[in-house]
């Protein structure tokens, strides 16, 4: 047996084997693998030696995404560049083609860029960037009581969304400002021809008027995550005077009254009006996502 100090090229596995023994999601993460590939052996595939695997490549094709497969790719460092990555793609285009699908798709967050192959050089292209994140409503306080009676002083109100439901102004505010909602297929996906309420949490929606004009609406809506998304719409000619931030405050509050911990919020990165209101009433919003595809 060898006894020596270690080298940089001992970073990797020395970084397994301080996780082995220190971090309880390790184990709970092998154990799982471990007992789904016993069951389950299809939907991923490695390279390398049994107990020394060079990639991993793992496959998923979700009914709403039909003509993408859904691949995760994850390569050990000292392999990134070899032809480990190119194999394991060129087998994702054969299960893509096998199951009816035209596009392979790879979602890597920003900040996990560096631990990601070369994407561009395995012939995948940037599709979109979505962000995530949300506001923590336990111990959260409300930052725009001011601006709100700002607003009243210019003629804006705000009232509970409950009562309005089925208000023909509720309906044309939705219908003004469809065409502005921003799409990022599959993980935003592009508006509802009409205003739908099954997945909507009214009791705690909020709507802007100006006198008698409806300006802007509030409201929580459950994602495919089975989390209550921030969905917030303000008319293009009341932007940029803090309607949108003053809305999304009272979901929250209403919200954190009902005992809801965590408002999730997700867009895309496009969206730089409703970032911006997000991070202003004290949302933790997280690197983007972003997405690549390529044809198989």
Known sequence: MHLRS?????????????NSTQEPHFHTTATRLCTTWERHPTRTLVVGEPGRPRGLLTWWAPE????????????????????????????????????GRTHLWLSVREDYLGAAPDLPTLGLREVHRTFGGGLHLRGWTDPTTDLRQ????????????????DDPR??????RTRDHKVTAAPTIPAASPVLANGDALWDAAHLAWQGETLVGISLPERSRLNAWNAVLTVTPDHRGRGVGRALLALTASMLREQGFTFLNAAGSARDVAYLRALRQVGAHIEPDWIAWETPC
Request: proline residues 10%; without cysteine.
């Open 6 to 18: 270690p080298e940089p090229a001992d970073a990797y596995a020395a970084a397994l084997l301080l």
């Open 64 to 99: 709403f995404h039909p003509t993408h497969l859904w691949t995760g790719l994850h390569l050990h460092p000292d392999h990134r560049a070899d032809d480990t990555g190119p194999t394991l793609l060129h087998a994702a285009r054969d299960a893509a083609r096998a199951q």
């Open 150 to 165: 700002q607003l009243v002083t210019q003629g804006y109100h705000f009232t509970p969304a409950q009562p309005y439901t």
């Open 170 to 175: 509720l309906h044309d505010l939705y219908a």
